[in-house]
């Protein structure tokens, strides 16, 4: 029912997700947003206040809200939100997961300064985002590819394109 876009930080979520809700009709939601509601915090500040783990508990909490809607969204999960099986499970019950994939090279050169994204800006990390990026990468790729229904290679595609190639990839009309 829902159209639910997942990948790293910088593959473009938030962005195809507008694009996306706006050529279908439909209200999109960010889980990043919905924690930042939840939690009554900035995402920086719920991570110095409660740690990663605190925030991936509010995450948990946003994703499950999220698919639980009772109309059709487009849901924007951040980026390691598909690191817990139980959001990979509610994620893939409740639609279809589009895992939007980009080299990390690609992912430095969007996510800029990372200042607004805790694990790309403490130290030592901050210095070597696109080694952070490759880092998390390993780590991630088999859970993105768990979560998700299909995969659109996003490099070389601008946000019109990759907006179309997630709407085909879902056999969704926009
Ligand atoms: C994170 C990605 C961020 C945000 C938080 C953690 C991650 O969302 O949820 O900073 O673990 O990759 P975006 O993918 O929207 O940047």
């Known amino acids: 029912m829902h159209l639910v876009l997942v990948g790293m930080m910088g593959a473009g979520k938030s962005h195809v997700a507008q694009r996306c809700a706006s050529r279908l009709g439909r209200d999109c939601v960010d889980t990043d947003d919905l924690v930042v509601a939840l939690a009554g915090a900035t995402i920086p500040e719920v991570f110095a206040a409660e740690g990663e783990e605190g925030f991936r508990e509010w995450e948990r909490r946003a994703v499950a809200d999220a698919a639980a809607a009772p109309v059709p969204l487009v849901i924007a999960c951040g980026g ?95």
Do not use: Q
């Not at 070389?156 to 926009?174: I, P, Y």
């Open 80 to 174: 390691g939100a598909v690191l817990d099986a139980a959001n990979r499970a509610a994620l893939r019950a409740c639609g279809t997961v589009v895992w939007l994939r980009a080299r990390p090279e690609t992912l430095a050169l969007r996510v800029g300064d990372g200042s607004d994204r805790p694990l790309l800006w403490a130290e030592p990390i901050r210095a070597d985002p696109l080694a952070a990026l490759r880092r998390l990468a390993v780590v991630r790729d088999a859970a993105y590819a768990a979560a998700a229904h299909s995969v659109v290679d996003t490099d070389d595609l601008d946000l019109d394109d990759v907006t179309s190639a997630v709407l085909a990839a879902a056999r969704l009309e926009g």
